[in-house]
């Protein structure tokens, strides 16, 4: 059918080893990616690349959005208007007693000697698509390593913890969400306290307290916020409500599902924190049992030689 | 023309920048908001099992593991799980395609199943080997989709190599 002559003689290697290079090629790469992180350069320049792809789909979304904005009513715009400015004067107040609670909380804690907290800065981004892997759950934001973003920073939105900023590309970057079954925010319960894990739920949206006892006291309805003691998450953002507690006697832990309560698959914009605070060094790990025997050793060896 | 019927059309050889562009589009597709993506056909599996069917010298494994790469970094997922599975799938694609184009558009479009329903399981495999769950038979919609979108992608993607009625009656 075409009419291309068929070449007889440059054919090179058979299509079974062709196919066994590149599938071996692919292998090797993903272990390389799982296991040892070691292709993040690769990655990044192929980002590069896919970039204006990427901005080009998010293009004519952002087109009927903006004639949609343009032929909004009158109506409609004062109602916003109205809400808004409600909703201002409500924040205001409370911005104001937040600020004079801070001051006295400050005052408090250089009287006991804590150390100081540092106010978190937030950047807010533009959720550019959500990730293209029925496997996790992730977002993307239209900021990157050139606007300052680090790996690892909290993200969130109105509501709550969205999630965790897992991989930075020049410019764009990766967001893990809270939902996803890979990520773990460290939350407590604010009606008494109690400390608790939330792993994500992966394909359910939901998220799980796992190693919780079986007679912890926790409630449905119960609002879990960080705990900000894994030094990631700054304390008191709210992350998710109980909605099932499941106590089988079985099992020594409590099955607890929860809700999250910031918009994790829905809304535009989130904001990406950066938590500057002064964190006294971690403590070293312990050491392994080969060097606690040679450091017993030698302690024994001056031992004998001063005695 | 003696032959007359319209699958027998002599076309034109295939231009590389007709390849590029349609996988650019495809890109485009992917990478287009998608509310739930395990609905949505995978557009660049579909363009890569066409060029692999017609073209089979111009775009081969090595096309397939590139544009598989680009789909990995492009997504944020392991980079090589589409590579591998796109290189799998121009394999098959290629092994087939003197097979392929006998068949009226149905069949055709039944062995398109086949053959983007092997990648998806390559990814899935892949993915459960590294650790993730499963995300639900719902996936195997893709491919579905995909092969019922093969009749108009092979339409559309043959239109550029079509000569005009006039210079084939020359």
Same mark, same amino acid.
């Given at each position: 059918m075409?009419?291309?002559?068929p ?19 692919s ?9 040892f ?5 690769l990655?990044?320049?192929?980002a ?5 792809l990427?901005?080009a ?5 952002d ?12 109506a409609?715009?004062?109602e ?7 909703k201002?004067?409500a924040?205001s ?17 250089r009287? @006991?000697?804590? *150390? =100081?907290?540092?106010? /978190? +800065? ?7 698509? !959500? #990730?293209?892997d ?6 993307? @934001?239209?900021? *990157? =390593?050139?606007q300052g /973003? +680090? ?7 109105? !509501? #709550? ?12 970057? =990766?967001?893990?969400? /809270?939902?996803?079954q890979?990520?773990?925010v ?33 409630q ?6 960080t ?11 709210p ?16 099955r ?12 535009r914009f ?10 006294p ?14 450091e ?8 004998e030689?001063?005695? | ?49 066409f ?39 121009a ?22 199943a086949?053959?983007?329903?092997v ?27 995909g092969?019922?979108?093969w ?14 009625e ?5």
């Amino acid at each position: 059918m075409e009419h291309t002559p068929p070449p007889f003689f440059k054919r090179g290697p058979a299509p079974l080893v062709r196919l066994f290079f590149f599938a071996s090629l692919s292998l090797a790469l993903l272990v390389l990616d799982a296991r040892f992180r070691y292709t993040e350069g690769l990655r990044s320049v192929l980002a590069l690349a896919a970039y204006p792809l990427q901005r080009a789909a998010t293009a004519p979304i952002d087109f009927l959005r903006t004639v949609g904005d343009y032929f909004s009513t009158q109506a409609q715009l004062f109602e916003d208007n109205a809400t808004l400015r409600a909703k201002n004067l409500a924040l205001s107040q409370a911005a104001q007693r937040y600020e004079t609670a801070e001051a006295e909380a400050a005052q408090l804690r250089r009287l @006991i000697g804590a *150390g =100081e907290k540092l106010a /978190v +800065k937030s950047t807010p981004a533009e959720i550019l698509y !959500a #990730g293209r892997d029925p496997y996790s759950h992730k977002i993307f @934001i239209n900021l *990157g =390593e050139r606007q300052g /973003v +680090k790996p690892g920073s909290p993200v969130a939105d109105e !509501a #709550g913890v969205v999630g965790q900023v897992t991989r930075v590309h020049p410019l764009v970057s =990766e967001v893990t969400l /809270v939902t996803d079954q890979d990520h773990v925010v460290p939350v407590q319960v604010v009606r008494n306290g109690l400390r608790a894990i939330a792993f994500g739920g992966g394909p359910s949206g939901m998220l799980e307290l796992r190693f919780t006892a079986g007679n912890a006291e926790i409630q449905n309805g119960d609002r879990l916020v960080t705990s900000g003691i894994d030094g990631i998450y700054p304390a008191g953002l709210p992350v998710a409500t109980v909605v099932r507690i499941e106590r089988d006697a079985e099992h020594s832990f409590a099955r607890v599902i929860c809700r999250p309560v910031a918009g994790v698959d829905r809304g535009r914009f989130v904001l990406v924190l950066s938590d500057e605070t002064a964190r006294p060094p971690r403590p070293e790990e312990a050491q392994s049992g080969k060097e606690r025997r040679s450091e017993k050793a030698r302690r024994a060896r001056t031992k004998e030689r001063d005695g | 023309m003696a032959l007359g019927g319209t699958s027998e059309h002599i076309l034109r050889p295939a231009r590389v920048s007709t390849v590029a562009a349609s996988f650019a589009i495809a890109l485009l597709l992917n990478f287009l908001p998608w509310k739930d993506l395990r609905l949505v056909p995978d557009f660049v599996a579909l363009v890569l099992t066409f060029w692999c069917v017609r073209q089979p010298r111009l775009v081969g494994l090595g096309v397939a593991w590139g544009v598989g790469l680009l789909v990995d970094a492009g997504n944020g997922v392991l980079l090589g799980q589409h590579a591998l599975a796109y290189s799998a799938l121009a394999f098959i694609s290629i092994w087939l395609s003197r097979r392929i184009l006998w068949f009226g558009p149905v069949l055709q479009a039944a062995h398109v199943a086949i053959i983007l329903a092997v990648a998806q399981t390559l990814v899935l495999v892949v993915r459960i080997a590294a650790g993730d769950p499963f995300p639900g038979w719902a996936i195997y919609v893709s491919p579905l989709a995909g092969a019922l979108l093969w009749p108009i992608v092979s339409w559309l993607l043959v239109l550029p190599q079509r000569r005009l009625e006039r210079e084939q009656t020359i």
